[in-house]
């Protein structure tokens, strides 16, 4: 029995409720990020066609239901609309004669008790004998006349097809024009995508009877293009309630920002109704911020990341007693990080074009170097993962070993170093100089911090001290934000 199968693709969603600190979306820690790939060349398309000249008509049975304000109304056909026409046996294809509620669709079919129809044809479905099923794609972009997936059937003596939305639908608006990708899960194991195998009632309304490959998020990237422009999106899912709520992640173009939004709120995507989430791209409204600080190996030049020529060279900075603030801007946003040697010896430099057999990093000498990492308004630092890289001595083997840790204060005078609750010492094994440019990732996971602090990254090793070549925070918004 011949099956058709084709690729839909649509874009995903955001959102904006009451939110639950216990529920935060797991943000990935993509230390490196990787543009979208390049969109894969098409699949030819299998044989389609009949011999039994037919012409169908074809209507919307739906008005778009609509929350929060949003009005699509009744939905209407182009001129040239394609849809995907399905039989037992074969397919094929047929467009819209004319603009209107109502258009011809003029096709070849052959002779078979049933025939389904799918809009837009784009959409991967097949007839077989366990029925008519229809994949709701957990990768989309965004457009609304891709994500209204709407379905029909007639029998052989009536070529009337009227259409029904299949899918629960939501918008969402972005501020920003760098967001690269946009993630929507379920909070449970609530499906939102996969193969649903349907069932046409006596109104013509779908239901899901089965879906197998179930996937519990949907992710939205640009339909072209490394980024949306700002605007407002739409994404489709499979029906049905969301009892422990939903998460969003928006990854910006640069992949040095994520900002995450949890909902524990009960909500439901329910078929033919679009739920808007509202806006939800920008750090005020982010329950989870993650912010990927890159100083090297894949930093490049340093002016790219230092337009100011603020942060030392490689020689080092004397001076360093008071203290010295230094900017780094990630996408349109300056974060300050505050250094500070004790002993005034100005062992802290950005060592870039390296031939020693160390990564371009930050070079912190000694024990007596306080990094001090961003304190934000209304956010907490949770995590810290550091790209720690090999010093280029060859006397440094692997029996060679720093300690580093992040502590809640600079100490003054003979007073102890006082840590952070999950951000005490560790051991870290050196490498030898082999110029390899090795960089190892290294977390801490912090408990019991502040919002608007600083807190202070320091090696415990006088000899060997800390050089890194990447930093990537996670901090949370605070309960009274």
Same mark, same amino acid.
């Given at each position: ?19 639950? $600190?216990?529920?935060?979306p ?17 699949v030819?398309?299998?044989e ?9 008509? &074809? ?10 304000g949003?009005?699509n ?8 609309? !394609? ?5 037992? &046996? ?9 603009? &209107? ?33 229809v994949?709701?794609? /957990?990768?989309?972009? &965004? +457009? ?30 972005l ?14 194991? /609530?499906a939102l ?50 009892d422990?709520g939903?998460?969003?992640?928006? *990854?910006?173009?640069?992949?040095? *920002? ?16 679009i ?8 750090i ?20 790219? $990341? ?11 900075? +004397?001076?360093?007693t ?5 900017? $780094?801007?990630? /996408?349109?946003? +300056? ?23 160390y ?10 170097v ?19 890289? !090999?010093?280029?001595n060859?006397?440094n ?14 100490? +003054?005078?003979?007073e102890?170093?006082? $840590? ?24 801490? !996971? ?36």
């Amino acid at each position: 029995m011949n099956m058709k199968k084709f690729p839909f693709i649509i874009l995903f969603s955001l959102i904006a409720v009451a939110c639950s $600190y216990d529920t935060l979306p797991e943000i990935p820690k993509p230390i490196r990020y990787h543009q979208n790939p390049a969109p894969e060349p098409p699949v030819p398309e299998p044989e389609a066609g009949g011999s039994i000249p037919v012409v169908f008509s &074809g209507s919307f049975g739906d008005v778009i239901a609509t929350r929060a304000g949003i009005n699509n109304g009744q939905m209407s056909w182009n001129a040239g609309d !394609r849809i995907l026409i399905l039989w037992n &046996g074969g397919f094929n294809y047929a467009g819209a004669s004319a603009e &209107g509620a109502s258009a011809e669709f003029s096709t070849e079919v052959n002779e078979a008790d049933t025939y389904w129809a799918v809009y837009p044809s784009s959409t991967e479905a097949s007839l077989d004998s366990k029925g008519f099923s229809v994949t709701v794609p /957990d990768k989309q972009n &965004g +457009e609304f006349d891709k994500v209204n997936i709407a379905v029909a059937s007639t029998g052989a003596a009536d070529q009337n097809l009227v259409f029904r939305n299949l899918c629960g639908l939501g918008a969402f608006t972005l501020s920003r024009n760098d967001i690269a990708k946009v993630e929507f899960s379920s909070l449970s194991s /609530d499906a939102l995508a996969g193969n649903a195998l349907l069932s046409i009632g006596q109104d013509g309304i779908p239901s899901v009877t089965s879906l197998s490959s179930p996937v519990k998020s949907i992710t939205v990237v640009p339909a072209t293009g490394n980024s949306f422009a700002a605007g407002t999106y739409y994404f489709a899912a499979v029906p049905g309630a969301l009892d422990a709520g939903v998460s969003f992640t928006f *990854t910006t173009s640069s992949g040095g *920002t994520i900002l995450g939004k949890a909902i524990a709120t009960p909500d439901a995507l329910n078929r033919s109704e679009i739920r808007s989430f509202g806006t939800l791209d920008n750090i005020s409204t982010a329950d989870v911020l993650q912010l990927s600080f890159v100083f090297g190996p894949e930093a490049g030049t340093k002016e790219t $990341y230092d337009p100011q020529s603020k942060w030392p060279a490689s020689a080092g900075v +004397e001076g360093l007693t008071d203290g010295v603030t230094y900017t $780094y801007t990630l /996408d349109g946003t +300056e974060y300050s990080f505050h250094a500070r040697d004790v002993s005034g010896d100005g062992k802290f430099s950005w060592r870039t074009n390296n031939t020693s057999g160390y990564a371009d990093c930050i070079g912190m000498q000694t024990d007596k170097v306080y990094f001090g990492l961003p304190a934000l308004e209304g956010f907490r630092l949770k995590t810290v993962v550091v790209g720690q890289c !090999r010093r280029g001595n060859t006397d440094n083997g692997e029996d060679k070993v720093t300690t580093a840790g992040i502590t809640n204060r600079i100490p +003054e005078g003979a007073e102890e170093k006082s $840590y952070v609750a999950g951000g005490e010492l560790q051991s870290w094994t050196c490498w030898s100089g082999k110029k390899d440019k090795k960089v190892v990732d290294r977390e801490f !996971r912090l408990s019991g911090t502040e919002a608007k602090t600083i807190y202070y990254l320091n090696s415990n090793t006088s000899s060997i001290g800390l050089y890194f070549a990447h930093l990537v925070l996670t901090y949370e918004k605070t309960n009274n934000n």
